[in-house]
């Protein structure tokens, strides 16, 4: 996915934490609409990066979408497009996207069903929802990938989770480890990522590593975690401390969220467009590679259009920034 957004909009700041060892303070972003790239751009929520936090663990990037009524909207569009420095997490709820990539990939992204792909020093891809599609509704994530493997190969990952029965719900792990259950895709740092399901009035309580932070987005449902409300659209952050999170869905009606986690992520990151480096000159260069149309990111076939142009890098330094601020 290709975001319009070069740098994030300031966000209203959240309020100060009041801690304690009983009740962990939960941050509350809330989210901004933004357009993605190109001349049919759909309008997304998006929640990371924002003004007060930039990561949880090495998630640097949260757009949810949906439902859309794809008569209406048009759906998603989205033409060849670059990325460096990260890998998309693409997770839908309804509907199915087309993927095809400079791997050669050409995939169909459908609802519980994770598709991962790693950029290294460079990759292209384009999205389209299919015709088949009435309702599009989903979320596109971005990892971060240390330093040490920002230069690694390209990669495309396909994993079908099975559900776990949770007392109260039902979980999804497509990263990482949660109720007993692990997903066989290799990430470069310490990761989660699930989607829950709490029927109406549930409680459920997770053991979860104390050494990640996390992050709850809520699809639809009201939740209520670690005695914080969160609404449809809200992220709740948690720093690392917990052993367990507990979650309750408030609502007559069945919640649905995502849970992501991971260690913290102490890099700083310059990030711009759709490239992630460590300083100016990483993505100026990213940048000019991608308009000279270099073998760095390849080719997408079979994509009906033109790839997406990059656009003007500001006039002030792209400065460098860490997890929050």
Not at 12 to 21: D, F, M, N, T, V
Not at 26 to 34: A, G, K, M, Q, W
Not at 205 to 234: K, M, N, Q
Request: proline share 10%.
């Amino acid at each position: 996915m290709s975001t319009a957004e070069t740098e994030p909009r300031p966000a209203a700041q959240p309020q100060e934490p009041l801690e304690s060892q009983d009740r962990p303070y939960v941050e509350v972003l809330s989210p901004r609409d933004v357009p993605l790239g190109g001349p049919r751009a759909m309008t997304v929520r998006r929640t990371l990066p924002h003004r007060s936090r930039r990561l949880i663990g090495a998630w640097c990037f949260v757009d949810h979408y949906g439902p859309d009524d794809v008569a209406l909207t048009g759906g998603m569009d989205v033409a060849p497009h670059p990325h460096t420095g990260l890998q998309t997490v693409s997770w839908l709820f309804t509907g199915e996207i087309e993927h095809r990539d400079s791997l050669g990939v050409h995939a169909f992204v459908r609802p519980g069903e994770l598709n991962l792909m790693t950029s290294g020093h460079g990759i292209c891809h384009s999205e389209v929802s299919t015709p088949a599609t009435t309702v599009l509704h989903g979320v596109q994530l971005w990892v971060v990938l240390p330093d040490e493997h920002r230069a690694t190969a390209r990669d495309f990952h396909h994993h079908v989770p099975e559900p776990v029965a949770l007392d109260g719900g039902e979980a999804r792990v497509f990263l990482g480890t949660l109720a007993g259950r692990t997903s066989p895709v290799p990430t470069f740092t310490p990761l989660l990522g699930a989607e829950l399901t709490l029927t109406p009035h549930a409680t459920v309580t997770l053991t979860v590593d104390p050494a990640f932070e996390h992050g709850v987005l809520v699809d639809h449902g009201e939740i209520r975690l670690a005695d914080t409300d969160l609404h449809p659209g809200d992220l709740g952050y948690l720093a690392p401390g917990p052993t367990t999170l507990t979650l309750t869905n408030t609502a007559d009606a069945p919640a649905r969220l995502i849970l992501l986690g991971g260690t913290p992520f102490e890099e700083q990151i310059v990030m711009w467009w759709n490239f992630i480096g460590r300083s100016q000159e990483d993505i100026t260069r990213a940048r000019a590679d991608w308009q000279a149309a270099t073998d760095r990111f390849g080719e997408v076939h079979g994509y009906p259009g033109d790839r997406l142009p990059a656009p003007e890098l500001p006039g002030t330094p792209l400065k460098p920034r860490g997890r929050t601020r």
